[in-house]
């Protein structure tokens, strides 16, 4: 299966997303911010980190990427697309997932594990998990604090397009289990279609015990399970 | 054509949660500034364009402001000042 990951001048967790594909037994395919065309990609990731030094909005430039066309293209036509961190900010500016991820309440960037709760497993990114269980991965973001306005959460919520929540230690989703202020504690979304998925947190990065956790392994293996029809 | 140079003011939109505003709310207060009650925080985008006249001037920033300088979820957003440079 191949897989895109896209790197934009800025982006720091494209190695990581590389090295997660090949894990889970894709092939991974670099695509650059000009480049065009996503022919044969069976589905395409948008890295972490700082596109365009986040300026005016972070993933407000990056969303007006030559390479952007293309993914809404793809999207579009039903193709399984996937943001994480910036790539999540990303997707939302693009318009390709609805709301906005803005500064955290804290005001400060935060780089720290959290723990998050699987709300779905019916869908392409998570069906490898059970549904309730928790998850350990780390954040690192300082515009995280996801926005939309209430009409647009209800339909989240009532369409079960919420994915992941933050929780505390208790699997609860409180304010203190909520790193950012984010709205109903939303740590990540799918589109109305089911094939865009956006999320802060770094399941990349929580990839083997050895680093900490390998609970983000299942975002991969239910994305490959997908692609191969196997669920 | 004429050079135009334009203020434009993007603003997070009323019960959008300012976290900025609210930092310095605070700190006006330990300064002393007790009677403030509200502070929020916007940005100021200066452009330089030359354009046919105001109202072309106008309406192209109001482009850019919908396209690009302001997200329509978080920000609202003024065309504040055109004048002919």
Known sequence: MKVAVLTFPGSNCDYDLYHAVKQVGGEPVWRWHRDRGLDGMDA?????????????????????????????????????VVG?????????????????????????????DCLLRVERTD????????????????????????????????????????????????????????????????????????????????????????????????????????????? | MSRFRIEIRVTPRPGILDPQGKAIHHSLHNLGWTAVDDVRVGKAIHVELDAGGADEARSAAEEMCKKLLANPVTEDFEV????EA
């Not at chain 1, 910036?86 to 991820?101: M, S, W, Y």
């Not at chain 1, 279609?193 to 956790?213: K, Y």
């Open chain 2, 80 to 83: 504040y000042q055109v004048e």
């Open chain 1, 44 to 80: 395409v990731l948008l890295p972490g980190g700082f596109s365009y030094g986040d300026y005016l909005r972070a993933g407000a430039i990056a969303r007006f990427s030559p390479i952007l066309e293309d993914v809404v293209a793809f999207a579009e036509s039903g193709g399984p």
């Open chain 1, 123 to 231: 869908s392409s990114f998570t069906s490898n998990y059970e549904t309730g269980q928790i998850l350990r991965m780390p954040l690192a973001h300082a515009e995280g604090n996801y926005r939309a306005d209430d009409e647009t959460l209800a339909s989240l919520e009532d369409e079960g397009r919420v994915l992941f929540r933050y929780v505390d230690a208790s699997g609860e989703a409180t304010p203190e289990g909520n790193p950012n202020g984010s709205r109903n504690n939303i740590a990540g979304i799918l589109n109305a279609h089911g094939n865009v998925m956006g999320m802060m947190p770094h399941p990349e990065r929580a990839m083997e015990p050895l680093l900490g956790s390998d609970d983000g392994l299942g975002v991969f293996s239910s994305l490959m399970a997908s692609l191969a029809g196997t669920h």
């Open chain 1, 84 to 112: 994480i961190c910036n790539g999540f900010q990303i997707l939302c500016e693009a318009g390709l997932l609805p709301g906005a991820l803005i500064r955290n309440e804290s005001l400060k960037f935060q780089s720290e």
